[in-house]
């Protein structure tokens, strides 16, 4: 075993980079002593890789507050400052609240996070002064011995220095999608996963030299990357940018043009024009929307390990379940044990089994638990079971007699098609019961490793261990859910189809009448696409099958979840738009998990969808209240530079619009219930609002400006009151329209943003203070006329916008009607 140590630097391999350290003697098969830890701890050779997915506070105060959109509300602020008066600045504190709330929210969610990840994160086994012992994986430190069992993940790279038939899965890091056996002296690298057996490594490359340790920082980032939102969004700002220079320039020269001496009347006009086009809030209620998110969800002990996976969960049209520790509970019973063959000791065989296996799967801790160790039987061989091969195995010397091979796994694995026993089979597994088959064989154990094929002509049954299974209470009503959201839900699973299908109909899943054992499903893209969708139960679902599955599922355009809490299940969870894991799943499971139930509720699905669902439909909706003011600012100042007038505004004057209808309505309106399942399109359908309605908004306001100068005759003040007036009633009605369908609070909100406006109207000191005074009847009553005109036209146009959308609707729910319908006839 020194040796194997000793080697530890040439099995890295010629190229490999290993971190700084003056050369040393080989470490113990022991571990290291803790002497020696404080040493690599002062020396700063740890793996110091942050675990929790966000960002520093120093990181959010600047993303908060250094942004393009700050930059030029500031600069305007700054230019009203120098020319006056202060009411006039007043868009510079709102843009400062709206920062700090930003950066009070997201470290809330910081915080949250932080919390959650230390509770969730995984704990490596290392060997310490001669002991094990669980550590953070941030305390892990060069030279450690750490030890590897079924579904651990490997937090750095190593060479191994004990291995007992381990096997590791590295398909996430090279794609090759066999697992691998590794054998003393082999090189592991973090990010790979244990499939099956045991054994240990010693730590040669830790922190950021470790191979994974850059890919899942960049994986881990408290960012929108690749977010189809933040994506609409920049798309958003970047038309709106286009629009607002040259209608900025053109506002400009124009003020400037027609104010004549009165430099700081065009100035403060000039600003009045830029600063609504800006939409400053929406980025911001972007982040903060997902904030909450990650701090609600943390509420009902969700990890969010990645942040676009709120968006994707509102996106979710498909979610595939795991049976194993999602729909049923991880911990099984022992129901019977049905002898085969009344000669065979299956009692001694049962606990020697559970007892030659170090790190016990569901089943056989069931095993363990009903049967003890017998005395007086050794393990001269040992295969620990493999989701790959379906089946564990010892070879076992009896008291008396000579020894044999023993394998227990999947009857339909271990007996060739049509034995009378996967009759009986069958029937225990109709009623929803797992099975399992112990049986001899004549084979090697290491014959049968290395020849699988040849295990199901030499197997001889013995007994049939008969498992039951407890199904989840929250089970039923969670499928229910996902029924009256429009979601799919498949079940996929490695158990016997028969098996699965019953505890389904129990469940009165949908197309559990027809399970699919999915060694009979076609390899060919388009073939397997039509299966997966027109069934909703697959049994004896192998690891790479899973992937497959949700690959054929993805590929005719479904978004599509992935729940699951075994090593099994890793490669379908890493290839899922969203990834669910069980906080008692492997560490394999829950490291590619964008989200962890630590709980292992799965009720709090629902919750989890529903967040995403209220992030996403909310920031759409209160994108086309902003985007609505960025419309008609432009074409309003592309009106005034047309006809040569001042603008009609004073900065003040709309920084009371934008407040009352969007800025303090949105904040409301972004952390509402939401239960409409997003759909693409987001920058389409916000565009197909916002342009109409500020076009509408726009031409009233100028049209009731010019009747106000017709009727005042060059009284600036009450010419900018009417106009006041009349965008503040269309935009009011704007927001009641966005607001819909109504609730008592919402229908309050409106009514609040109205009264808001009628005090400023009605009490000196804020008329005097906004500059606001409606002289006469004529011109006021013509506004209000012109507005509701605006109004209703907006009420037509909305009911086109519905009807349009709810047709798009039908023809997407017709489509993936007729789509499941096609692949049906397969069964």
Known sequence: ????????????????????????????????????????????????????????????????LFTRINALIGALFVIIMIVGPVQDGLFGGVILANTVIGIFQEIRAKRTLDRLAIVGESRPLVRRDGTAREVAPSDVVLDD????????????????????????????????ADSVLKTPGDQVMSGSFVVAGTGAFAATRVGKDAYAAQLAAEARKFTLVNSELRNGINTILKYVTYAIIPAGIALIISQLTVAGDDTAEAVRRMVAGLVPMVPEGLVLLTSVAFAVGVVRLGQKHCLVQELPAIEGLARVDVVCLDKTGTLTEASMDIGEVRHLDPDAPVDQVLGALGAADERPNASMQAVIDAYPAPEGWTTSDSAPFSSARRWSGVTLDPPEGENATWLLGAPDVLLPAGHEVLAEVDAFGARGLRVLLLARTELSLRDALAEPRRVSGAAQPAALVIIQQRVREEAPATLQYFADQDVRAKVISGDNALSVGAVARGLEFPGAEHPVDARQLPEEPEELADRAEGNSVFGRVGPQQKRALVGALQSRGHTVAMTGDGVNDVLALKDADIAVAMGSGSPASRAVAQIVLLKNNFSALPSVVAEGRRVIGNIERVANLFLTKTMYSVLLAVMVVIAQVPYPFLPRHLTLIGSLTIGVPAFFLALAPNRERARTGFVNRVLRFAVPAGALASAATFVSYLLARHIYGGNLEAETSTATLTLFLVALWALAVIARPYTWWRVLLVLAMGAGFALVLVVPFLQDFFQLELAGVTAPWSAVGVAVAAGLALELMWALLRRRTRAEDAREIREARETAEAGRPGV
């Open 1 to 64: 075993m020194t040796e194997q140590l000793g080697a530890v630097g040439e099995a890295a391999g010629p190229g490999a980079q290993t971190s700084d350290r003056t050369p040393g003697p080989p470490p113990s098969p022991q571990g290291l002593t803790s002497a020696e830890v404080r040493q690599r701890v002062e020396a700063g050779q740890v793996n110091d890789v942050p675990v929790s997915p966000s960002r520093s506070v120093r990181e959010i105060v600047r993303a908060n």
């Open 145 to 176: 011995v750490v030890e590897l069992g079924p579904g651990d993940k490997i937090p750095v790279d190593g060479v191994i220095v004990e291995a007992a038939d381990l096997e590791i899965d590295e398909s996430l890091l090279t794609g090759e």
